[in-house]
């Protein structure tokens, strides 16, 4: 199970297109909750899924026009200090990271 | 209608076609040609609902398209009202950006914020909703809203770092090869895509919506990769230890078997949009921004290299590596080795277009043998429906590209199937007097699934069967438009008769619309192909049984 975070502008259908990226891929929505968060709107979600989906999923979502933020733990691990995974849809820029890429 | 009531004398040019479907191909057609977003309007209900193939086309080939539908007035939504349809819910999957306009006032803004997202970052298609009441309300209007949009930390554009990570993949790579997709042509780099492969002068091939990217004619271009590609690009790109792409998705038909695709490469994948990364095969290397930056950026990086080591030195021989990967494909290209008609008969009519041109072509057979046979170099000039393969997409595509290019020789190829899914847009291409050439490559199947029943289905030919097509030629005369028909008999003589040559001239050469009808053999088939499942190395060339 994995919990996704995301922060999203509450405007027309953009909580139905996060929706949509999960039911298209026939992954059932375990637990959804989406509230009120300051200036935006945020949706959390529990969903079991494989790798190759929650990294199609991350990259779709921020696909979407208003969605700001994207951001995931594991169910388990949800509370503990350092537990958000980066944001992942960037390039590779630094050079220990190049250095790494070349030589793998 | 009172939209409609308005357009009169605002100085905006609208195309009535026959059916939605019709408007929103050639909207997407004028998109596709000129690179501006394409517009479609359609009334609420049915009128809404005949948009989404064209939406769903939009979104999968990336085209830049706003589509205003009707909707019925505000207090009667969601009470099933006549012609109410809930088009905002059916198209949210299939649209970039949506809005359903809640009062007069929001229009000016929803306009401009829709045509910003149609056309910005990987452009696709956007829907807004106005209901009825709203069309017919009435505000001062004091020009055109500005939109800004709300940067996020997933729109910053590379930094031309990892240009340092490519030349290294490049130095330790024997067989590098590049892709080259449509996102090449949509950024705009096609001038530096081609000053940067000049320089790498790796094998290189496209895909069906990056024809053109690539002049056909450079020593390195392998022709076109994928499912019906030519033999040297899948095998170069089977082959391949390290492969650039540039702005392509990399889907199925692309791939083939995914866990056989390209199974010794290192990926470096240059693409703005990330929801494309990933989704088939991972890739080593992600480039994310517009090519239009992050081309130009690694150009640089890598003339950083060369000059710094010295030319010779800097990145390793490839010689070897191009000589075999780009020695099949002259073989491919020898007109003399190709027995089938229909590529003959398309050969002789793309031969003899005039330098100015664009071929649309439809969904099919026909769609694969003229992609095989493109042979410009125009960036735009080969316009299809790539991803979602809509029969019927031609003849009004078509329409929006000579609206869009009245001068240019517009050349519709489609098959006998998709040519009735539109048909009734002749009546447009007469109305307007549009000058387009329209090919039919009648084979009287649906070709392509017959081709997939004779090799799969033990030819079982279930439900493909066209030998009660209509007679073209006489449905053109209906629509006031002339007919020809060829056989592929007159493809026998290589060159073609006098007679054949001077009809395709004078076909092409007409000032106004005119059809010919190519009678193809029922059993011809698209070759090389790859198996649904198959690997890209494991081609057919022939007829299996």
């Keep these: 199970m994995q919990v996704f975070h995301i922060r999203y502008r509450n405007a027309q259908g953009a909580l139905m297109r996060i929706l949509n990226a999960v039911s298209r891929r026939g992954i059932d929505l375990t637990s959804v909750h989406a509230e009120y968060a300051g200036h935006d709107y945020a949706v959390t979600m529990m969903l079991a899924l494989s790798h190759k989906q929650s990294g199609q999923l991350y990259r779709e979502w921020n696909a979407i026009v208003d969605v700001i933020d994207v951001r995931s733990t594991s169910a388990m691990r949800e509370y503990e200090p350092g537990a958000w995974a980066p944001h992942p849809p960037a390039s590779e820029t630094g050079a220990q990271q190049s250095v790494r890429a070349a030589l793998a | 209608m009172p939209l409609y009531d308005a357009l009169e004398g605002s100085g905006v040019r609208h195309v009535l076609t026959r059916h939605e479907q019709g408007a929103v191909f050639a909207a ?48 009667m939504i969601g009470t099933d009202a006549f012609q109410e349809t809930d088009v905002f819910g059916v198209t949210l999957s299939l649209t970039k950006w949506s809005r359903m306009v809640r009062t007069i006032d929001e229009i ?202 010295g030319e010779t030195a800097s990145l390793p021989d490839w010689s070897a590596w191009r000589t075999v990967a780009c020695g099949a494909e002259r073989a491919e290209t020898d007109p003399r080795g190709l027995a089938q008609p229909t590529i003959r008969f398309l050969d002789e009519l793309f031969s003899r277009l005039p330098e100015d041109n664009v071929i649309i072509a439809d969904v099919g057979q026909h769609q694969m043998w003229a992609a095989q046979r493109y042979r410009s170099s125009s960036a735009r000039g080969f316009i299809t429906s790539g991803g979602l393969g809509a029969m019927g997409f031609a003849l009004p595509a078509a329409v929006g590209v000579q609206l869009a290019k009245p001068e240019t020789c517009v050349l519709c190829v489609s098959g006998d199937g998709g040519f009735q899914m539109n048909i009734q847009e002749l009546a447009t291409v007469h109305r307007l007097g549009l000058p387009i050439k329209m090919v039919i490559v009648d ?26 097509n209509p007679d073209f030629v006489e449905i053109a005369k209906a629509y006031k438009i002339r007919g020809w028909r060829v056989n592929e008999a007159a493809m026998a003589e290589f060159p073609v008769s006098a007679e054949t040559a001077d009809l395709i001239e004078s076909f092409l050469r007409s000032p106004e619309p005119e059809l010919l009808v190519f009678d193809c053999h029922p059993e011809a088939n698209v070759y090389p192909m790859v198996p649904a499942g198959a690997a890209l190395s494991e081609m057919v060339y022939e007829d299996i049984e």
């Design chain 2, 443 to 468: 084979n009287k199947y649906l070709g392509m699934v017959r081709q997939w029943q004779q090799l799969f289905y033990a030819r079982n030919y279930a439900e493909t069967d066209l030998s009660d």
């Design chain 2, 108 to 309: 000016p803004e929803v306009i401009a914020e829709g045509f910003h997202w149609a056309r910005s970052g990987r452009p696709g298609p956007v829907l807004i909703d106005i209901p009825t009441d709203i069309l017919k309300a009435k505000r001062d209007f004091s020009g055109p809203a500005k939109f800004s949009p709300n940067t996020r930390p997933s729109d910053a554009h590379a930094d031309g770092a990892f240009a340092d990570t490519i030349v290294a993949f490049l130095q330790r790579a024997t067989r590098p090869v590049a892709l080259v997709g449509a996102g090449a042509k949509l950024s705009g780099a096609i001038p530096e895509l081609r000053r940067l492969l000049d320089e790498l002068n790796i094998p290189t091939f496209s895909t069906v919506h990056g024809l053109g990217a690539v002049p056909p004619q450079s020593p390195y271009y392998l022709g076109m990769v994928g499912m019906h590609g030519t033999r040297a690009a899948n095998m170069a790109l089977h082959e391949t230890d390290l492969m650039l792409v540039f702005g392509a998705r990399l889907d199925d038909r692309v791939t083939g078997d995914p866990a056989r695709f390209a199974p010794q490469a290192k990926i470096v994948h240059f693409e703005i949009d990330p929801a494309q990364l990933d989704r088939v095969r991972t890739c080593e290397l992600p480039v994310i921004g517009d090519l239009a930056e992050t081309i130009p950026a690694f150009h640089a990086e890598l003339r950083k290299l060369l000059i710094r080591t």
């Design chain 2, 28 to 75: 997407e057609g004028y998109a596709r040609v000129t690179g501006k977003v394409g517009v479609a309007m359609a009334t609420s209900g049915p009128g809404a609902t005949n948009l989404v193939t064209g939406i769903a086309d939009a979104k999968m080939d990336s085209v830049p398209l706003v589509c205003i539908t009707g909707q019925v007035r505000t207090a």
